[in-house]
């Protein structure tokens, strides 16, 4: 029942948020979305919370609870924008996200996977909280690139109407993309380094052929490519923004093909 209060407040939050939009931001639109927002956050918070009092496991197993915890990373995230003040707006790009996932969850089944995995204990649970950290920062960039975007071409178009009055400003955006894909940056890196040294010292293997390995390693140099283009393109950080987009897209285009095509057993998510 949690999960479900907490899709409907996320949805709720999603409504006032375009509701906001059609206003130009004005008035407390945005204030009370992102409340709605934080609300579903700690009833989610709430629901895992519960899911491991009654089964005596972290919800890092398992396509439902995964996607669950992994929506919970990505509102964590959109809570610390506000530090960034009107950055919070990057909610009505994060919140679609959000319900998507935690839609899937629910229909799957928010239940323990009896799947055993040879990866498990402490190790397993970090490696698998960095990736989602990974992931959940790395979706805070693209939300914030993609109001860049959005934003950069009503100036370049002199279009200054309600979308350009609601989005945050360039700077803003920028910095909540920067921030949000370090953070995920250094987080996917440890994920990576944790599940390398486990394989090495208990497997004597980096097994690298492992289709999940393959894609994880392509995942950290979508990151990396990021990193660099953001780096080496300050004087026109519009270039980080579409490969902050662009790279999203890839990660999450290629998740899908591998789910579909390739067995995937042992997958945390």
């Known amino acids: 029942m949690a999960h479900?209060?907490?899709?409907?407040?996320?949805?709720g939050s999603l409504i006032v948020w375009l509701r906001s939009l059609v206003k130009g931001g004005r008035g407390l639109d945005p204030s009370i979305a992102f409340g709605l927002a934080s609300l579903g956050v700690l009833v989610h918070v709430y629901s895992l919370i519960a899911f491991t009092s009654s089964y005596g496991q972290?919800?890092?197993?398992?396509?439902?609870?995964?996607?669950?915890s992994l929506a919970l990373v990505i509102g964590l995230a959109l809570l610390g924008t506000i530090v960034f003040g009107e950055g919070r707006r990057v909610g009505i790009v994060v919140i679609p996200v959000i319900i998507l996932l935690?839609?899937?969850?629910?229909?799957?089944?928010?239940?323990?996977?009896?799947?055993?995995?040879?990866f498990q204990g402490a190790w397993f649970s970090l490696h698998v909280?960095?990736?989602?950290?990974?992931?959940?920062?790395?979706?805070l960039s693209f939300a914030?690139?993609?109001l860049y975007v959005i934003q950069l071409g009503e100036l370049n178009n002199k279009r200054m109407g309600r979308l350009f009055q609601f989005t945050p400003p360039l700077a803003t955006l920028d910095r909540i993309s920067r921030v949000a894909l370090v953070t995920g940056f250094?987080?996917?890196?440890?994920?990576?380094?944790?599940?390398?040294?486990?394989?090495i010292s208990f497997r004597q293997s980096l097994d690298q052929f492992n289709p999940k390995v393959l894609w994880s390693i392509m995942t950290w140099f979508v990151f990396l490519g990021i990193f660099l283009t953001r780096?080496?393109?300050?004087?026109?950080?519009?270039?980080?923004?579409?490969?902050?987009?662009?790279?999203?897209?890839?990660?999450?285009?290629?998740?899908?093909?591998?789910?579909?095509?390739?067995?995937?057993?042992?997958?945390?998510?």
């Not at 972290?58 to 439902?64: E, F, K, N, S, V």
């Not at 909280?129 to 979706?139: H, Q, R, S």
């Not at 250094?186 to 394989?199: E, R």
Request: glycine letters at 10%; hydrophobic letters at 55%; a positive charge.
């Open 129 to 139: 909280m960095m990736a989602f950290v990974g992931f959940g920062g790395m979706t």
């Open 144 to 146: 914030a690139s993609s």
């Open 102 to 118: 935690e839609t899937v969850a629910i229909i799957l089944g928010v239940r323990p996977s009896f799947e055993v995995l040879d």
């Open 58 to 68: 972290l919800p890092l197993t398992g396509i439902g609870p995964s996607l669950s």
């Open 186 to 199: 250094v987080a996917f890196t440890l994920a990576l380094a944790l599940g390398w040294f486990w394989t």
């Open 4 to 11: 479900f209060i907490s899709l409907f407040l996320y949805i």
């Open 231 to 269: 780096n080496f393109s300050r004087m026109k950080p519009q270039r980080g923004a579409w490969a902050s987009v662009l790279g999203f897209t890839v990660v999450v285009m290629s998740y899908i093909g591998l789910r579909l095509l390739v067995s995937t057993k042992g997958f945390f998510l």
